[in-house]
């Protein structure tokens, strides 16, 4: 008996958390092109921070100077991430709420891809930028590849842990 209480624990804080993160991708998508909107003509530090300097060379006053519509188009491209984030973030609230909750295995599987493979591709494309750029990978830093993208990642895979690992075996079918 006590195994069915500790199922019905785990799917019920697996369920909870992959429905929180849900929502947290659909908040950032939203605060990210808010914040830019609010702070233009300023910098806008969520879509162009210091990372972004450093890795560029130029200061956003700078790439002003060039081209206002190149700091524009920077930011808008940045927003459209933003876009992509509110998918994924719905596409995450919709499955968690019903059919993980109800402990289905294929709702356990889109989670597990849908949340996966954007962290690896993510990766996988900065560590092309460093080899194409001639940067060593073990330079790699966490928060150098953008304003604390990384650290996030690092949170996700901890709460991907609890929200998706932990309950695995208690799923039907």
């Known amino acids: 008996m006590p195994q069915i209480t500790n199922t019905k624990d785990r799917l019920k804080i697996g369920w909870k958390l ?53 700091g524009l188009w920077i930011v808008l491209t940045k927003i459209s991430m933003s876009a992509m984030m509110m998918g994924l973030g719905i596409l995450i609230l919709t499955i968690a709420y019903r059919p993980y909750r109800q402990g289905e295995r294929w709702a356990w599987r889109a989670l597990l891809a849908s949340t996966l493979i954007p962290i690896f591709v993510y990766y996988g ?43 695995r075996k208690h799923l039907t079918v």
């Open 18 to 70: 992959m429905v929180a993160f849900g929502a947290h991708w659909c908040l950032l998508a939203i605060l990210m092109p808010l914040s830019s909107y609010l702070s233009l003509p300023n910098q806008p530090a969520a879509t162009f921070g210091m990372a972004d300097e450093k890795f560029t060379g130029f200061s956003w006053s700078q790439i002003n100077s060039v081209s206002p519509n190149l």
């Open 125 to 167: 494309f900065i560590c092309a930028i460093h080899i194409s750029h001639r940067i060593p990978i073990w330079t790699f830093r966490p928060g150098s590849s953008g304003v604390m993208a990384d650290l996030v990642n690092v949170f996700v895979l901890t709460w991907l842990y609890f929200g998706l690992w932990y309950p």
